[in-house]
């Protein structure tokens, strides 16, 4: 990468060198070839330092030697084109500017000259032609440039409207599909969008613009293992490119090839722009693989880049086991008053300081900064909570599952762990994958996509989810059964069993059992109080919209209980019920509960889980690689007097 890229800035510098030093440009565009002597972008820059420097008949060789390398380089055929005429080989000009027009046809500018030359050789239908395609595309480029500035005017209607007229006109232009996908990418339709950029790769592989978005929205979309594929085969042809290693390292991230992504982290720290931000992703992969000292490393020099950087000082009280020093603190005040700090540092800054406050046993003071990060939160993204409770309990009924009992996937290696987040679903993930018999993987966000795919594109016309499963034949369940093992695979080892802790896959249950009817199910549950506390005070990157206000964290847990309490009863003695509480005063007795329940035997390991060397991905990875302890379970009890709307809201 390193080589790439440093490769690729030298030959920027020698490009804007050219005008005023093209003798010097020359010479070390020869010397920069000997090394990397197939290198088409030195090549034409060295032609262009041969114009500069009147040698047309060198520029000529030079420019017809890429065109044997790659003979569709449009800039490469435009101004060899322009040579042939202006050394009366017109034919030959006219032979590569009508080449050109078909790898570049919205590109006015050739249509002009192509009109130009043609009418210099009396081939006036042809010129007449050529200058009809001008105008016409120059028309639709108007268009398209209006379209384009209303969605950067955010009138997504109005751009979505002028860009499906300009569809009519021709079908499948990719940059009007790119403008599609950028809309749909807005309402967070990633599925949408991953769909229109596939097709505008499959019209044009090589273009970069096109490929890094594809490979973005695969990734946005958990098709981490898409995502990769697709950035290696552009890095053959960009390897210079640096946001297509930030892809590649986080989708080596989310498929727990750790190594490999630190790797290009740490590269791409030392040539970033945003060096600070490239610090924090390299933090977050090393706390992941058990390196804290280098994460709080890593977060302190990316504090050190930028004191403004309040995903920094968050990222050091998200390891839960780091305690800030009182320089820290006054950092964090200092920051906390600056007037160009961003509203989203700002809010994460107040989270860190609400963990910092409360080490100090500065409660109250610790729940101003809480309550201003959570305000701050809400205050960009505004969330109405509903619920689909009701069409779930109404759908998954007990004859729903006894009809549906013979379709689906026969394995029982899912092992899925559900419950309300932080309540103690890693501790219990960290235990079974102590096992050896089962994988630990991670958050898996499948099961969600599958639902969401089937709500928003039902197999059948007129449907919805969870409706729309009554419609879906043995078949077709079987393929969703199929895409979610192959979407674990690259996750797993060769154990028989694997987790899947995704905490809000409660909701899913019925989806579950339809796709794989033999998947062991455990549901942590904590006191209310203290999962919800628990919840209010941390940030989460992405999802749990109503974590950050107490009275919808009451409404959620209630949704929670009852639809678990449905699900027990047309699910009978199908899904564990674990008491984190009972877990941590009494470890040995609950694992022994939980192997029972998934068929497994009794290892030792199990309960030594702290010293299971394996990554883990949440929150709470610091906290797993310690021996149990429960001085944790009361610590709410230290905010009871602000927790009254939480304590309202639920339902006891």
């Known amino acids: 990468m390193l080589q790439s890229y440093h490769n690729y800035q030298l030959l920027m510098a020698l ?46 060789r030079s420019f017809e030697k890429i065109l044997t390398i790659t003979p569709n380089h449009v800039e490469t055929q435009v101004a060899l084109a322009k040579i042939y005429h202006s050394t009366f080989d017109i034919d030959k000009a006219i032979m590569l500017l009508t080449q050109a027009t078909k790898s570049q046809p919205e590109n006015i500018d050739i249509w002009m000259l192509l009109a130009n030359y043609l009418k210099q050789t009396n081939q006036e239908k042809k010129s007449e032609d050529a200058l009809k395609q001008y105008h016409t595309i120059a028309a639709f480029n108007a268009e398209l440039a209006e379209a384009e500035q209303a969605l950067a005017l955010n009138n997504f209607k109005k751009a979505e409207q002028l860009s499906r007229r300009l569809l009519q006109y021709v079908p499948n232009e990719t940059r009007v599909m790119f403008l599609l996908s950028k809309i749909a990418q807005h309402f967070n339709h990633f599925e949408v969008s991953c769909s229109i950029l596939a097709n505008c790769v499959a019209i044009k592989p090589n273009n970069i613009n096109f490929g890094l978005a594809y490979a973005n929205a695969l990734f946005i979309s958990k098709n981490n293992q898409a995502a990769l ?157 509903s619920s689909n409770k009701e069409s779930l309990i109404t759908f998954f009924t007990a004859d729903y599952f006894i009809n549906k009992k013979p379709s689906g996937h026969p394995s029982n290696a899912p092992i899925f762990i559900v419950g309300l987040p932080r309540s103690g679903s890693t501790l219990v993930e960290q235990i079974l994958s102590s096992h050896s018999q089962v994988d630990g993987t991670m958050e898996l966000t499948e099961i969600i996509s599958i639902a969401r795919e089937l709500n928003t594109h039902p197999p059948h016309q007129g449907g919805s989810f969870p409706e729309n499963l009554a419609a879906l034949t043995p078949e077709e369940i079987k393929q969703f059964s ?30 579950i059992k339809t796709l794989f009817p033999q998947a062991k199910i455990i549901d942590v549950r904590r006191n209310p109080m203290a999962s919800g506390w628990s919840l209010y005070k941390h940030f989460f990157a992405e999802g749990h919209k109503f974590s950050y206000k107490l009275e919808t964290i009451g409404q959620y847990y209630n949704d929670y209980v009852e639809l678990m309490t449905h699900w027990q009863k047309v699910l009978p003695d199908q899904i564990l019920s674990v008491s984190y509480e009972e877990l941590v005063n009494n470890l040995p007795t609950v694992t022994s509960k939980i192997l029972d329940y998934c068929g497994l035997t009794y290892e030792d390991s199990c309960l030594d889980f702290h010293l299971n060397k394996r990554a883990v991905a949440t929150a709470s990875s610091e906290q797993v690689r310690q021996p149990i302890y429960t001085t944790a379970l009361d610590h709410w009890q230290n905010y009871a007097p602000f927790l009254t709307p939480l304590k309202n809201s639920v339902i006891n």
Not at 33 to 60: C, D, H, R, W
Not at 253 to 276: C, F, M, P, W
Not at 295 to 320: F, M, R, S, T
Not at 491 to 499: A, E, G, H, T
């Open 482 to 511: 199929q895409r979610y093992i192959d979407f674990v695979k690259p996750l797993r080892k060769n154990s028989p069993y694997f987790i899947d802790k995704l905490p809000n896959n409660f909701h899913h249950i019925g989806l």
């Open 15 to 60: 490009k804007n060198q050219i005008n005023n030093e093209p003798q010097l440009a020359n010479q070390k565009l020869v010397d920069f070839l000997v090394t990397e002597p197939s290198s088409t972008t030195a090549m034409f820059l060295l032609s262009k330092t041969y114009q500069k420097l009147g040698n047309i008949a060198a520029a000529q």
């Open 229 to 385: 594929e697709n950035c290696q085969r552009l890095l053959t042809l960009y390897p210079e490119n640096l946001s297509l290693f930030e892809i590649k390292a986080g989708a080596l991230t989310s498929l727990g090839r750790y190594e490999e992504a630190i790797d290009i982290y740490r590269q791409l720290a030392s040539v970033h722009n945003e060096k600070a931000l490239c610090l924090l992703r390299l933090g977050n992969v090393l706390k992941i693989v058990a390196k804290a000292d280098e994460a709080v490393a890593c977060y302190h020099q990316a504090i050190d880049l930028d004191p403004l950087l309040g995903e920094a000082y968050w990222n050091l009280a998200n390891l839960k086991t780091y305690h800030f020093t009182e320089t820290d603190i006054l950092a964090m005040t200092k920051a906390l008053q600056a007037d160009r700090i961003s509203h989203n540092n700002r809010e994460l800054m107040n989270f860190a300081m609400g963990k910092a406050l409360e080490d100090k046993q500065q409660f109250a003071e610790s729940f101003t900064h809480y309550q201003l990060a959570n305000n701050a939160h809400l205050q960009s993204t505004p969330y109405n909570y």
